[in-house]
């Protein structure tokens, strides 16, 4: 059986709003970085996010133009996973959704190496399951990254049933490495984090359907009343609504418990292609200079 090698470069898949933000980290930190999406639109936009991002640290004299100049060149694109040939760890940030998972696990693998450590983002979906739809279970971890990546301190460490020690040691001190904080979950759906934020988002929207609240009093509610620093309609404009809803469903379908149904309003939402900031419509309209409510 394979054992994990020291790491020092990452691939990463999906260059989104997770995946680039991952790629930041790494590449701030001193990885060697190959990110790789389906197109190179997608990639450029996802590094000219990372240069703005980092120039704005250089303008606030938190990181010399050295540092930024470092952190961009330890950053490849690619189109194709032939790059992930010499990664040590890879780590899949695509859509959350079980099939293109395990659609992209099906291409990726016969590109890497056999003792490369495979680590998955998702925000929900089992370990277990994902990594038994690959040829290294052992090597295979739940990494879980809040958003926005570059400022949140926690990654949630879920080992799956057949995870090595190994693996999750190896990855552990990545984690630290990054200058993060890990905390470890048990392979249940959603697992801490998600389990208790995301019905906490669906509740809001359950206020807002019943008109308990407008989006406003809502955010302010628990933004004032609860020290949030984004209202509960706010965040999940951020998180991606179909992120949302995607959770509520593994939580709903995981638990086999009314409790986690996902508010119709969130459906209906995700229905209509208003997914929050990324559409530029959730409960917030964003296509102007400021985010308006949008009841
Ligand atoms: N990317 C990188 N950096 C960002 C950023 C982004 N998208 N948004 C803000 N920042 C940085 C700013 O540059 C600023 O940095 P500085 O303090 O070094 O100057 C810092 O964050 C604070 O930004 P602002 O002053 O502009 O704004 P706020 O004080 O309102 O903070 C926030 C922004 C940190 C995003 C804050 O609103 C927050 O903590 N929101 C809650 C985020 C949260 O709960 N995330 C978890 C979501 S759940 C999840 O990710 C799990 C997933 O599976 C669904």
Same mark, same amino acid.
Request: charged share 25%; net charge negative; proline share 4%.
């Given at each position: 059986?394979?054992?994990?090698?020291?790491?020092? #470069?990452?691939?990463?898949?999906?260059?989104?709003?997770?995946?680039?933000?991952? !790629?930041? %980290?790494?590449?701030?930190?001193?990885?060697?970085?190959? $990110?790789?999406?389906?197109?190179?639109?997608?990639?450029?936009?996802?590094?000219?996010?990372?240069?703005?991002?980092?120039?704005?640290?250089?303008?606030?004299?938190?990181?010399?133009? =050295?540092?930024?100049?470092?952190?961009?060149?330890?950053?490849?694109?690619?189109?194709?996973?032939?790059? +992930?040939?010499?990664?040590?760890?890879?780590?899949?940030?695509?859509?959350?959704?079980?099939?293109? #998972?395990? !659609?992209?696990?099906?291409?990726?693998?016969?590109?890497?190496?056999?003792? !490369?450590?495979?680590?998955?983002?998702?925000?929900?979906?089992?370990?277990?399951? *994902?990594?038994?739809?690959?040829?290294?279970?052992?090597?295979?971890?739940? &990494?879980?990254?809040?958003?926005?990546?570059? %400022?949140?301190?926690?990654?949630?460490?879920? #080992?799956?049933?057949?995870?090595?020690?190994?693996? /999750?040691?190896?990855?552990?001190?990545?984690?630290?490495? *990054?200058?993060?904080?890990?905390?470890?979950?048990?392979? +249940?759906?959603? +697992?801490?984090?998600?389990?208790? *934020?995301?019905? &906490?988002?669906?509740?809001?929207? /359950?206020?807002?359907?019943?008109?308990?609240?407008?989006?406003?009093?809502? =955010?302010?509610? &628990?933004?004032?009343?609860?020290?949030?620093?984004?209202?509960?309609?706010?965040?999940?404009?951020?998180?991606?609504?179909?992120?949302?809803?995607?959770?509520?469903?593994?939580?709903?379908?995981?638990? !086999?418990?009314?409790?986690?149904?996902?508010?119709? $309003? *969130? %459906?209906?939402?995700?229905?209509?292609?208003?997914? @929050?900031?990324?559409? @530029?419509?959730? +409960?917030?309209?964003?296509?102007?200079?400021?985010? %308006?409510?949008?009841?």
């Amino acid at each position: 059986m394979a054992e994990p090698v020291e790491i020092r #470069k990452i691939g990463i898949v999906g260059a989104g709003q997770m995946g680039s933000g991952i !790629a930041q %980290v790494c590449a701030q930190t001193g990885y060697a970085v190959s $990110l790789a999406d389906i197109s190179e639109e997608f990639l450029e936009k996802a590094v000219t996010g990372i240069s703005s991002r980092l120039q704005r640290l250089v303008d606030k004299e938190r990181l010399t133009q =050295d540092d930024l100049d470092t952190a961009i060149s330890n950053i490849a694109t690619t189109t194709d996973y032939v790059a +992930f040939g010499d990664c040590d760890l890879v780590i899949e940030a695509a859509t959350e959704n079980e099939e293109i #998972k395990k !659609a992209i696990f099906e291409k990726l693998i016969p590109a890497l190496r056999e003792d !490369a450590t495979l680590a998955t983002n998702t925000s929900s979906i089992s370990i277990t399951r *994902l990594a038994a739809a690959t040829d290294r279970p052992e090597l295979f971890i739940g &990494m879980h990254f809040m958003n926005p990546v570059p %400022v949140m301190k926690l990654v949630e460490l879920i #080992k799956g049933i057949a995870t090595d020690d190994a693996t /999750y040691n190896a990855v552990n001190d990545v984690v630290a490495k *990054l200058g993060k904080t890990s905390i470890t979950s048990e392979d +249940f759906p959603a +697992f801490i984090v998600n389990r208790i *934020l995301v019905p &906490m988002m669906n509740e809001a929207i /359950y206020v807002l359907q019943e008109g308990v609240g407008g989006v406003t009093d809502i =955010d302010g509610a &628990m933004k004032l009343g609860a020290n949030q620093p984004m209202g509960p309609l706010e965040l999940a404009d951020f998180v991606g609504l179909d992120t949302c809803l995607a959770i509520m469903q593994v939580l709903y379908d995981g638990f !086999a418990d009314s409790k986690y149904r996902p508010c119709p $309003l *969130l %459906v209906k939402y995700v229905e209509a292609g208003w997914l @929050g900031r990324k559409s @530029g419509r959730g +409960f917030y309209d964003y296509t102007g200079d400021k985010p %308006v409510p949008t009841r």
